[in-house]
């Protein structure tokens, strides 16, 4: 452990990049440059390590994260590339461009970073510190821009320093780009842009040729919060909140030690940040149990509103409603 970053700005160097890699490696965030924005990363793969994100950010919910590869050929052992996808990424990648696939079946990456759902976001950077690391690391990197939530994106080490303190911060300069990379979804049968970005609409438009861009029916409201367009993970069986004692028709997610035993627990020791890094995955097992044995539906227990919790219940209640609705 003697090789993890410490807290605060690091000069861009062999030794704080290989020490990054082993922080990375150990499930700790680091936040490194992009041509766009500076990143908060994350191991992608690793549930826990994505949840740190979440709460060091202070995000009131669960949006989808990017996940960060060093080539489209790294991009293709995670999701699925049409046509359409191979193109948009063969013209704009390295670069900013963001593209929303769908996931292969034995794709390793946390289910926390697409927020529950069957598609993935991926971007290749062509930030050659964001490459060195995404290479020495040999680990996809989760990392959505590295502010707390609300505040503007940081184009330079001190400014995720002045929100972030806490957290080990690669120096690679200013970010040339400033505005976060394009989200552009190729996983349907009509791209669509969900986030505009550095890349714009009729240079995408270009290299598709013939196949058309959807238009998005942006209200004011998604104007305002870009990125909000994707729908929110639901199971398929009935959900019920903020439950003590499920009934035996039920399968029960638990939260901590004590209470009704339960087949799911999100954190036996009643930890909110584990409860964060095991959620979609247990919602997801919950529910496929539920579906074998024929339960009628899942029960989950009480989370605390406290910290990460508030994201924690967030999804819980879109997942409720969205089943019920
Ligand atoms: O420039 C950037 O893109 C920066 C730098 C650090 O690379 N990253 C960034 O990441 O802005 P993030 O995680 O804050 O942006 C995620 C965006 C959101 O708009 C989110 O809704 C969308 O990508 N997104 C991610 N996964 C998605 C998915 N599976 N379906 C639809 N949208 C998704
Ligand atoms: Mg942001």
């Given at each position: 452990m003697n090789h993890i970053l410490s807290p605060g700005v690091h000069d861009f160097s062999d030794a704080t990049l290989k020490a990054a890699c082993e922080t990375l490696r150990a499930g700790h965030l680091v936040a490194f440059p992009t041509e766009t924005v500076y990143g908060l990363g994350?191991?992608?793969?690793n549930d826990h390590a994505v949840a740190k994100i979440f709460e060091a950010k202070g995000r009131p919910s669960f949006n989808p994260l990017i996940t960060h590869v060093p080539s489209l050929e790294q991009a293709q052992r995670y999701g699925l590339f049409s046509k359409e996808a191979l193109r948009v990424a063969k013209a704009f990648w390295p670069g900013p461009l963001t593209l929303v696939v769908k996931r292969l079946p034995?794709?390793?990456?946390?289910?926390l970073v697409s927020a529950g759902l069957e598609t993935i976001a991926l971007r290749v950077p062509a930030h050659k510190k964001a490459q060195s690391l995404l290479q020495a690391s040999a680990l996809p990197l989760a990392a959505p821009s590295a502010n707390i939530s609300g505040h503007i994106s940081p184009t330079t080490a001190d400014h995720v320093f002045s929100d972030l303190p806490q957290i080990s911060i690669l120096d690679g300069g200013p970010c040339t780009g400033g505005l976060e990379s394009t989200v552009l979804d190729v996983s349907k049968d009509s791209p669509q842009i969900l986030r505009p970005g550095l890349i714009s609409e009729d240079a995408i438009q270009e290299v598709l040729g013939e196949t058309f861009l959807q238009q998005a029916t942006l209200s004011p409201t998604t104007l305002t919060s870009p990125g909000q367009l994707s729908s929110h993970y639901a199971p398929r069986t009935p959900l019920r909140l903020n439950i003590e004692t499920p009934t035996p028709q039920e399968v029960f997610i638990g939260f901590g030690p004590g209470g009704t035993p339960s087949t799911?627990?999100?954190?036996p020791e009643g930890s909110l940040i584990e409860a964060a890094a095991n959620l979609f995955s247990h919602l997801r097992q919950a529910d496929n149990q539920a579906q074998t044995i024929g339960a009628k539906g899942i029960a989950v227990a009480l989370i605390p509103e406290t910290g990460i919790g508030h994201a924690i219940n967030d999804r819980l209640k879109r997942a409720a409603a969205q089943k019920n609705a």
């Open positions: 994350a191991d992608a793969t034995d794709c390793p990456l946390s289910y799911f627990n999100l954190s």
